[in-house]
């Protein structure tokens, strides 16, 4: 991390010093800020450094765009902080904002960290649907099966993935967190239990976990109460052993018997209540919400978008959010592409190959931020672009069947299925990229670029 300690270090200083930062994690391209007081940011200095693209603030974050570097930037700034990632210690910080920016955040903090492994898994993932769908390979040779469980078990094994993120967040003992997850998941494990139990009149079932988003969100958060009851009433002599274990015996029984089936419900009801909204219309669905979406990753609220896409997963084995959230990819894509025909210097050609670049492989923000806001008419034309391949795709009714974390044309193969359509969302994101690439390409001709005056 030498290469990146200097810059680690006027990071720390321009928001504000170590004391003032909370918390600290990253997504694919930002560095997401707890701080605990924002008037401290030196904006002005931070925009001087070379390795900052953008900065972009909300009520409950203060972020920083990095780009593909975030991760080493990340890791440099916690050596600096003397290896204290400011997310799994101390007691819980008060919420600030409103509860939907404290929403998105925590949302933010659960699913980001481990948002690469999902994307890499997604590759794996259409590999193996490529070689079902071609017949390559026996499904019953060892070559499938280890691409098989290289592909599904993280998507299976989900529950522990958020258990260690929301111990983070929630501010409890990851590896007990852990546990109360994997018990969740181990009836699946095992064919000897019953699908389901009659408890005071109600029909549990305990095989409902494997994938479960909300479930395990909220059976960790039950469990940080939970264990900081327990270390305020058990002597000290006594926690190692049994904060730990009546916490496991207490959550356990509740989760399984009331937070579980009550969370799995209201995953139903969302999913089911997306369907409705989507059913209305999904030509309008698909062109508003493709040609909105890089909108979301303006804002930096984009990552919320993750649980709904999983919960549609798991509740009807398919989703169609991802399929046309792709088209906004693709979008911004054809327009910083576009804009590589019609840069005026040599310094903007660069940046608009780079961009392009990472937009290909699903990452936009480069695209945003380097070329496509800096000239509005380019981020205009994406988003048309977008709503144009987000309509077909909802007037095809084109489904993805595993989760999409990071779009881009590597993850295809998640589009086949029972009902596949992979070719009409081969047909949506070609209009999604072509268009804005055509009208930036003839808006550069006919007129002279000026860049917008953005703070």
Known sequence: MATYSHLAQQIIQHVGGSENIEQLNHCATRLRFTLKDKNKVNKDELYKLPEVVKLVENPSQFQIVIGPKVEKVCLAIKDVLGGNDRADSGEASVPQGSFISRMLATLSAIFTPYIGVLAGVGVVKGIVVLLQTMNLVDTHSYIFTVFNALSSGVFVMLPLFI?????????????TALALTAAMIFPLTDATVPGAFHVLGLALNVKIYGGAVIPAVFAVLFLSYVERWLKK??????ALVFVPCL????????VFTFIGPIADYVGV?????????YDLSPVISGALLAGIGQLFVVF????????????NIQVNGYDTIMAMFMSAVMGQFGAAFGAIFIARSAKDKQIAISASISAFFGITEPALYGVNLKYRMLFVFGCIGAALGGGITGLLGVKTYSFLPVLNVFELGLFSGPDSKMIYEVIAIAVAFIVPAVLTIIYGKTRRLVAAQVS
Do not use: D, M, Q
């Open 163 to 175: 258990a260690v993120t929301a111990a983070e967040r929630f501010k409890t003992n990851k590896f």
């Open 233 to 238: 009433i058990i002597p000290e002599v006594a």
């Open 247 to 254: 916490s496991l015996l207490i959550c356990g029984f509740v």
């Open 269 to 277: 009801g969302i999913a089911n209540g997306y369907a409705w909204l």
């Open 300 to 311: 930096g609220i984009h990552w919320g978008i993750i649980p709904l896409a999983l919960i």
